[in-house]
């Protein structure tokens, strides 16, 4: 399996690939299912919350037997999701985690992500991020632009009887907004 190289067939943003680029045979988990929690337009103070998947989570190969992690760091894997709101407003960061992909037949593949799994960047880059553990609640502050990024990696471990095929899953991403 490899992951799309991007164009007309390639996963839109939020989304997590795996596999050929048959789009029919690809896998992806989409990784932006939003639900905005609290994020009724706030306008009293100018901007409303606002959330844009810009990058998907994405596997690659993965083969049976072999574990694949990728980093929330990883410029080119790891899913990124922008924020906006009021400037230095506060953000309550929520995932719902699955912990496992759903593929052919029904089989699964398990889906893990650790204690430092996710990052908050104010200035939204992939290499300045506090990290923090997508499976509680993160309070962050967007910048005095009134943006900010999250950034998200996870870890597959297929055994070595993995049915080859295409996986999916959802995560979601719930922010309460504290203007």
């Known amino acids: 399996m490899h992951a799309p190289a991007g164009g007309r067939n390639a996963p839109s943003a939020g989304a997590v690939a795996t596999g050929p680029e048959d789009p029919l ?17 706030l306008r009293a103070q100018s901007r409303p919350a606002g959330v844009s998947g810009i990058r998907p989570l994405v596997f690659g190969v993965v083969f049976p037997g072999v574990p694949l992690a990728v980093s929330r760091t990883d410029a080119a894997n790891s899913g990124q999701f922008d924020l906006t709101g009021n400037k230095n407003a506060q953000v309550q960061l929520t995932f719902t985690l699955p912990n496992s992909m759903t593929g052919p037949a029904g ?14 960047s104010s200035s939204q880059a992939v290499g300045s991020q506090v990290a923090f553990d997508p499976r509680t609640p993160f309070l962050a502050t967007l910048n005095k632009n009134g943006r900010g990024s999250v950034f998200v990696g996870g870890s597959v471990n297929p055994p070595p009887t ?4 295409s996986y999916t899953g959802t995560i979601t991403l719930s922010i309460v907004y504290f203007p």
């Open 25 to 41: 045979v690809r896998s992806r988990i989409l990784l932006l299912s939003l639900a905005i929690a609290g994020a009724v337009p």
């Open 107 to 120: 089989a699964t593949m398990a889906l893990t992500f650790g204690g430092s799994d996710a990052g908050y």
């Open 162 to 165: 993995q049915r080859a095929g």
